[in-house]
């Protein structure tokens, strides 16, 4: 029991985290949160547009192909927003740190939460295109749920990092913004993978869960990739966050 209630205590705290971060980031818009799905969703129809109403692949293959494009951006898209508000959260946060004792994890969970919230709004807009043009499995796409929960946390291990790297360095936000371009193209969300394409995306530590995740949504999609490729990013990660929360804790925190 005290285990459950120190859980909901915790939660209780990062979700008003997260309603301040929302206020805070939309402070003085006119549509306030809704901007973020006004972006979202002129960035899903623009890909539909040029996909599926200007047809640039071959019609025999549009169909599997829509499928494909739109799951591809389904993951990617809330992904990216992830990386890139997580970088900043701590030091979007720096006074709020410094006066309070909730400690610097706490806040990392900010961008998560919020990561799970553009996913399913994102997902709504996507899935009503992938049941028009692609078979969906139905099933898969709630259980993708719960998988995309799971890569949001194997992202955040990189961002315990990229964030105390950020007050350290005052600011890699544009760095990171082109870190996430080259995740974009080094990953097949566009393209099928083929040839030299195929061994780039390989070295993506993205790859794999997207490949997973496509076989969950898309009805007999077949997996092109193997765990065992995974295996080296995943570890990879899990030091990279023994190193900053045990090993870099008091440096992030002399600089704040």
């Known amino acids: 029991m005290n285990f459950f209630h120190k859980f909901f205590s ?15 980031q939309y402070a003085g818009s006119a549509f306030g949160i809704a901007w973020m799905l006004i972006q979202n969703g002129t960035l899903i129809l623009l890909y539909a547009f040029v ?19 739109f799951s591809g951006l389904l993951f990617w898209i809330p992904l990216q927003e992830l990386l890139i508000r997580g970088t ?20 990392i ?18 899935i009503i295109i992938l049941s028009i043009y692609s078979d969906v499995n139905w099933l898969g796409f709630v259980i993708s749920y719960f998988w995309m929960a799971l890569i949001g946390i194997y992202v955040l ?11 350290l360095l005052k600011d890699i936000s544009p760095l990171v913004r082109l870190l996430s371009q080259i995740l974009f193209w080094g990953l097949p969300i566009l393209y099928y993978p083929f040839g030299i394409l195929e061994k780039f995306n ?8 997207l490949d997973i995740f496509r076989s969950l ?10 765990f065992y490729e995974f ?20 440096v992030v925190m002399d600089h704040l």
């Open 10 to 24: 915790q939660f209780q705290i990062i979700w008003i985290l997260v309603r301040r971060d929302y206020a805070l």
């Open 51 to 69: 996909f599926l109403y200007l047809n640039l692949k071959n019609p025999t293959t549009q169909h599997d192909y829509s499928g494909y494009v």
């Open 88 to 107: 900043s959260i701590l030091t979007d946060n720096r006074q709020l740190i410094k006066r309070s004792s909730l400690g610097v994890s706490v806040f």
């Open 109 to 126: 969970w900010i961008p998560y939460i919020q990561y799970l919230i553009h996913y399913a709004l994102t997902s709504f807009m996507v």
């Open 157 to 167: 291990f990189l961002i315990n990092y990229l964030c105390r790297v950020n007050i």
């Open 202 to 209: 390989q070295l993506n530590p993205l790859n794999y869960p």
């Open 217 to 226: 949504l898309i009805t007999n999609y077949q997996s092109q990739f193997h």
């Open 231 to 250: 295996l080296p990013f995943l570890a990879f990660s899990i030091l990279i966050f023994y190193f900053s929360k045990y090993k870099f804790q008091k």
